[in-house]
């Protein structure tokens, strides 16, 4: 007799709102991760939102600066980043691209609005590399909004920017460091999505827009953007489209499990290896 798996979705342990705060050159963002209200989530160091249409709100943007031991990921959804750094590299991040950047042993990078006016819309997020990474050759993963398979399924459209879907379609960044999982997910009203996950993998949604519902201790609840969903154990993810529909971000990684010392832009495993980054920065050995 074939019987039919129920996979166990992940229910929903905590949610916050982020905190209000800036960066770079006065840069306003809503901090997902990495604050006070939401600690980091291993691998997942800090997750920034920014989004505005003043250009007061981000026109300054982040001019140089250092970065020692983790990668940055950039996902614009609106507006035009330009990057640049001290390696020689550059290239402009336009609306629907990605940049998957491993600063490794150092560099020193910046990233400018190349508009002043109109809407600048996206997230940041920072992820760890394990002690074996931490001092390798700076290196970028980019691709444009067209490189990245899109699956449409019933009720749902999923942008795979890394990892895979459910229909082996898979995304062109590779983090095998993690297995990360980068999805950002489209709910039509009432649209189900469900993505099943590794088991002890680390996974959250970042509800951005609409509403939707999520299964928790106490059945489905709905959540509204800006929500940052932390999920527990389970095999799959599931969201469920509100009335008006809902766009958000689902991100998983393996945990790395190894000891942490941070301090601003440098994340290493232990204090000295921090205190050997910022000798080698004022050196200028990055």
């Known amino acids: 007799m074939n019987v039919a798996t129920e996979f166990k979705a992940r229910k929903v342990i905590a949610v916050t709102h982020g905190e209000a705060t800036s960066d770079g050159a006065g840069v306003k963002m809503t901090r997902l991760i990495g604050s006070g209200a939401q600690p980091p989530i291993d691998p997942f160091l800090m997750l920034d939102f920014f989004g505005s249409e003043r250009a007061g709100d981000y026109i300054g943007g982040f001019p140089d600066h250092p970065h020692r ?49 109109g809407l600048m819309r996206g997230f940041q997020l920072w992820i760890n590399l394990p002690a074996s990474e931490k001092m390798s050759p700076p290196a970028y993963q980019e691709f444009k909004a067209a490189q990245m398979p899109v699956e449409e399924r019933e009720g749902a459209r999923v942008k795979i920017i890394a990892g895979a879907g459910t229909a082996g379609l898979i995304g062109p960044v590779r983090a095998p460091h993690v297995d990360a999982t980068y999805l950002d997910v489209e709910l039509a009203p009432g649209g ?59 991100l998983a990684a393996r945990p790395l499990r190894e000891p942490i010392a941070w301090s601003g832009p440098f994340v290493m495993n232990t204090r000295q290896e921090l205190i050997q980054a910022y000798e080698d920065y004022r050196q200028g050995k990055f």
């Open 69 to 117: 031991g983790f990668e940055t990921v950039t996902y614009m959804l609106a507006g035009r980043m330009r990057h640049s750094d001290n390696h020689g590299h550059s290239g402009v991040i336009d609306a629907g691209d990605v940049q998957w950047m491993k600063a490794g042993r150092g560099l020193i990078h910046s990233e400018m609005p190349e508009q002043d006016h």
């Open 192 to 250: 189900a999505f469900r993505q099943p996950l590794p088991a002890g993998h680390q996974a959250f949604f970042v509800l951005y827009d609409g509403e939707a519902a999520a299964p928790g201790d106490a059945g489905p609840q709905l959540f509204q953007a800006l929500s940052l969903l932390a999920l527990g154990e389970g095999e799959e993810a599931t969201l469920t489209g509100g009335p008006a529909g809902a766009r958000a971000l689902l």
